[in-house]
């Protein structure tokens, strides 16, 4: 699923856990990102909330793990 059908819809993200100064979300489809705890500073986290609020951080996370998988792929 891409970035813009995790989102449109009115579709949501659900808190999931805490770890190493990350806040991690699930969308619907699945997909967990993290939000880290420098960049949720003065911002309201509910425990489930809008996908689209979200997509900065979804697609941040979508970049890094397509990378990670692209230099895995070199490396080979």
């Not at 059908?5 to 969308?27: A, L, P, S």
């Not at 309201?44 to 900065?56: G, I, N, P, Q, V």
């Not at 941040?60 to 080979?76: C, G």
């Amino acid at each position: 699923m891409n970035i813009k059908e995790m989102v449109t819809d009115n579709k949501k993200v659900t808190f999931v856990r805490y770890c190493d100064f990350e806040f991690w979300y699930v969308t619907e489809c699945g997909f967990e990102f993290p939000i880290p705890l420098e960049d949720a500073k003065g911002a309201t986290l509910l425990a489930t909330d809008k996908a689209l609020y979200f997509m900065r951080w979804i697609r941040k996370h979508d970049k890094f793990l397509t990378d990670a998988r692209n230099a895995q792929n070199e490396s080979r």
